[in-house]
C-alpha cells in the first residue's frame, strides 16, 4: 500500500497560472519536505514542516509556497509558475529531522 | 561545507552480474548518515540502504551492501546479481547531525544500466 501519496501525478500549467500539488501520508511522521528535481539534476530541498513548524531554505523563490493543515497533508503552491519551474516535485517523509527519508511518486509538472 | 561526489554518471552491467556505484563525501561533522536511493524512469525516489557512521559493520539490505570506508570517506553501493529492474539513476546522500536540521544532500546521481 502507497504510503506517501502525490497528487496529481501529472500537472500542465499555464505560465503565470497558480497550481498546487497534494501530498499525503499514512506513516504518521512528523516531517514532510518538498523537493524540486529538474532534468538529469538531484533533488533540491524546497522546504519542510517539522510537526507546524515551517522550515524555507534560504534560497527557494518566494513564487513557492506551502501549507500543511494536519499531520497527513502537505501542500505545495506555486503562485505564478514560470516556464523555469517545469520539474518533477517529490515529497518526502520522514520520522524526524534525523530518519530516513520516504519519497512519493513525484508530480511532473509543465508549465504551457 | 558537505559534499557528495558520485563520479560515474553512467555505468553498464551485464544481467547477473555484480556491480559497484562509487560514492565519496566530505563533511566535518562527526556524526552523520549515508543514504543510497534509486530512481526508476517513473520518477520515485526509493530508498535502499543506511550507513550511521559510527556502525561498525557495513549495512546490508537483500542484493544491495554499502562498502563503507570512514578514513577513505567513501560509501559505495553494491549491487549483487544485477537485474534488468535494477536500471535505473542511483543518488547517494548525506545527512549530518550537527548542522541545520539533518538535510539530505545528494550527489548528482548515477545512471546504471543492466544488459541482458
Known amino acids: 500500500d502507497a504510503m506517501v501519496i502525490q497528487n496529481p501525478r501529472y500537472q500542465v500549467t499555464q505560465f503565470g497560472k497558480p ?7 499514512t506513516l504518521n511522521h512528523n516531517v514532510m519536505y ?7 539534476q538531484a533533488p533540491k530541498l524546497l522546504f519542510h514542516y517539522y510537526d507546524k513548524d ?3 531554505e534560504a534560497d527557494t523563490p518566494d513564487n513557492f509556497q506551502s501549507r500543511r493543515p494536519n ?24 520520522r524526524d529531522p534525523i530518519q ?4 512519493g511518486p513525484g508530480t511532473r509538472l509543465l508549465v504551457l | 561545507a558537505q559534499k557528495i561526489t ?17 560514492c565519496t563525501y566530505d563533511t566535518s561533522d562527526p556524526s552523520y548518515g549515508l ?3 534509486k530512481q526508476p524512469s517513473s520518477g520515485e525516489m526509493i530508498f535502499l540502504i543506511y550507513q550511521g557512521s559510527y556502525d561498525q559493520q557495513n549495512a546490508t539490505e537483500g542484493r544491495y551492501s554499502l562498502n563503507f570506508q570512514k578514513a577513505r570517506k567513501s560509501a559505495n553501493l553494491v549491487i549483487s546479481a544485477s537485474q534488468l529492474g535494477d536500471s535505473a539513476m542511483y543518488f547517494c546522500a548525506m545527512r549530518d547531525y550537527g548542522g541545520s536540521q539533518g538535510n539530505l544532500i545528494f550527489g548528482k546521481g548515477t545512471k546504471l544500466s543492466v544488459k541482458p
Open chain 1, 34 to 40: 518538498w523537493y524540486q528535481q529538474k532534468s538529469s
Open chain 1, 71 to 94: 499531520t497527513s497533508f502537505c501542500f505545495l503552491d506555486i503562485r505564478s509558475p514560470g516556464l523555469g519551474d517545469a520539474a518533477m516535485y517529490l515529497c518526502a517523509t520522514s
Open chain 1, 100 to 103: 530516513t527519508q520516504y519519497f
Open chain 1, 54 to 56: 515551517f522550515n524555507n
Open chain 2, 35 to 37: 543514504f543510497w536511493y
Open chain 1, 19 to 25: 497550481v498546487t500539488l497534494s501530498c499525503s501520508q
Open chain 2, 6 to 22: 558520485q563520479t560515474q554518471p553512467g555505468m553498464f552491467v551485464q544481467e547477473k552480474e555484480a556491480v559497484t556505484l562509487d
